[in-house]
């Protein structure tokens, strides 16, 4: 099992910045690669940021390169993803997930663990 909290969202105007965190407790040792994904009312989950939990290598989804940077501490056991130039489109809940599969990133299912989910709002 492996326990996953997020802190850090919030609301901030469009051009703001906002960091998230990820807090991982229990099985992390078995840590394949962690991602971010978010959804949005009626809409489905969306890959965010993905990060290979050894190698420290990194992937994002088209909208939010060189605006987003997801990174790892292995030692503390925590994921985050600062967050800059923030649109109103990226307003959704954020969710951190683990992964011990080799699999695709990007694809929800591929992943294990969820933590509760942070709402971030992006206002015009």
């Known amino acids: 099992q492996v326990q996953l909290v997020e802190s850090g969202g919030g609301l901030v105007q469009a051009g703001g910045s906002l960091s998230l965190s990820c807090a991982a407790s229990?099985?992390?040792?078995?840590?394949?690669?962690m991602g971010w994904f978010r959804q949005s009312p009626g809409k489905e989950r969306e890959f965010v940021a993905a990060i290979y939990w050894m190698s420290g290598n990194t992937r994002y989804t088209d909208s939010v390169k060189g605006r987003f940077t997801i990174s790892r501490d292995n030692t503390k056991n925590t994921l985050s993803l600062q967050m800059s130039n923030l649109k109103p489109e990226d307003t959704a809940v954020y969710y951190c997930?683990?992964?011990?599969?080799?699999?695709?990133?990007?694809?929800?299912?591929?992943?294990?663990?969820w933590g509760q989910g942070t709402q971030v709002t992006v206002s015009s």
């Open positions: 229990g099985r992390t040792f078995s840590t394949y690669f």
């Open positions: 997930a683990q992964s011990a599969k080799r699999g695709n990133y990007y694809v929800p299912d591929e992943y294990d663990y």
